[in-house]
């Protein structure tokens, strides 16, 4: 089951770096456009979107990968079987605010979608279309947690911080800022 939330959550990170570099074509092409003097309608609807898209398809390679802020100093200084008590509890909330986060968001594009709300901008669209990627990510953020909690609960070592680990020895420390 692992090996196939790992494809999952390398494939969110793959679409995340998709909708960047799709960011970049709307935009050049906006500014070739306005160049020309031709109308740009909507390129800053679709930017904004492609923009939530990448952030919430990205969160869980990012948290499996170690990308996210940790507060290492102080968990380093803790002996193994405090730091590992630290990790489970940290994992467990991190495990219930993320099912929250996830439920709300899912009850909110329901919304959308029952109301039959539409995209404000110039793209008149239903706006749960795009609104969709928000529960997409954060559904995955939410599993990866999970199960993060439960492989440390188990007694392995966090994948994030394998990662980190292993970043480092490579001697790349680009991450470290």
């Known amino acids: ?42 390129s800053d609807d679709v930017v904004s979107w492609m923009t939530a898209a990448a952030a919430f398809f990205g969160l869980a390679h990012t948290f499996k990968h170690g990308d996210f802020v940790r507060v290492g100093l102080l968990l380093e200084k803790m002996p193994p079987p405090v730091r590992h008590a630290f990790e489970v509890a940290s994992l467990a909330v991190g495990t219930a605010f993320t099912g929250f986060l996830s439920w709300s968001i899912t009850q909110y594009v329901m919304d959308s979608r029952t109301f039959g709300d539409m995209a404000g901008g110039l793209v008149v669209i ?49 991450e470290d800022v």
């Open 1 to 42: 089951m692992r090996p196939l939330l790992a494809r999952l959550i390398d494939a969110g990170g793959a679409i995340a770096g998709a909708f960047v570099f799709a960011i970049f074509f709307v935009m050049l092409a906006a500014t070739v456009m306005r160049t020309f003097g031709l109308r740009t309608g909507g």
């Open 126 to 174: 239903p706006i749960w279309i795009p609104q969709s990627s928000l529960v997409i990510g954060s559904v995955l953020l939410c599993v990866a947690v999970a199960d993060q909690f439960i492989h440390v609960l188990r007694g392995h070592r966090p994948d994030y911080v394998v990662a980190v680990e292993e970043r480092h020895a490579r001697g790349d420390f680009s």
